[in-house]
């Protein structure tokens, strides 16, 4: 069936450091991904979607990466800020239908 | 603009019962589609409205039931009320058009059962 799983469940970074969130997704045939952050008590915030014809796109501070071959994406935030400290979701659009697929999600702590 | 609204913010309801939660989608939008997200854990896909009939479904219970309006808004009934149905109940939002793109969520109702 279809999951998206993260690699780790927290990370912790300093402000002003670079920050990477990892994704690995299990369905090859998925063509649309998406980046959510939440916020305690807050419904998911979308912060940058990526098509499969795609291998990377830029937002502001932000940028995803996409590897089909391994089934990898990645969210890279440049310059954290302790406003980023959030729960990252990675999301997998099915095909036919908006049907979203989360995986469990990465805690992400920026220490002033 | 107004986002994705939802009501109420909390419920607290006791096994067995009956709840109602209800969704106005982000102006513009005609697809609604309901999540569960239980603590600690992603959200969980349950139903999809579009055009108000349900268009995709989850791996959920028929305790789990929804309605879309003319107006594009949505209830979420659950029924016969279980201890495991305590989560955070979140509604989201799109446009029915070709191609992908984002959903767009609220900010959810806690439901509590106890």
């Known amino acids: 069936g279809e999951s998206v799983g993260l690699h780790l469940p927290t990370l912790s970074v300093q402000e002003g450091d670079n920050s990477i969130i990892n994704c690995a997704y299990s369905?090859?045939?998925?063509?649309?991904f998406i980046w959510y952050k939440q916020e305690s008590g807050k419904g998911p915030q979308f912060i940058i979607d990526i098509r499969s014809n795609m291998d990377k796109r830029q937002g502001q501070r932000v940028t995803v990466l996409l590897n089909k071959t391994v089934k990898h994406l990645s969210l890279q935030i440049a310059a954290t800020q302790p406003g980023d400290s959030a729960v990252y979701f990675c999301?997998?659009?099915?095909?036919?239908?908006?049907?979203?697929?989360f995986g469990t999600g990465t805690r992400l702590l920026v220490s002033p | 603009d107004a986002g994705v609204t939802q009501s109420p913010t909390h419920l607290i309801k006791t096994r067995g019962q009956q709840v109602t939660l209800r969704c106005s989608p982000k102006s513009g939008h005609d697809t609604v589609s309901w999540y569960q997200q239980a603590l600690g854990q992603g959200p969980q896909f349950i139903f999809q409205?579009?055009?108000?009939?349900?268009?995709q479904r989850g791996n959920f219970p028929d305790r789990f039931s929804g309605h879309q309006f003319p107006n594009y808004s949505s209830e979420l009934n659950v029924n016969a009320l279980l201890l495991g149905d305590s989560a955070l109940y979140l509604c989201?939002?799109?446009?029915?058009?070709?191609?992908?793109?984002?959903?767009?969520f609220g900010d959810g109702t806690r439901l509590s059962i106890l």
């Open positions: 999301a997998e659009n099915g095909i036919s239908f908006q049907k979203l697929v």
């Open positions: 989201a939002s799109s446009l029915a058009v070709h191609g992908n793109q984002p959903q767009h």
């Open positions: 369905n090859s045939a998925s063509d649309y």
């Open positions: 409205y579009y055009e108000e009939e349900e268009r």
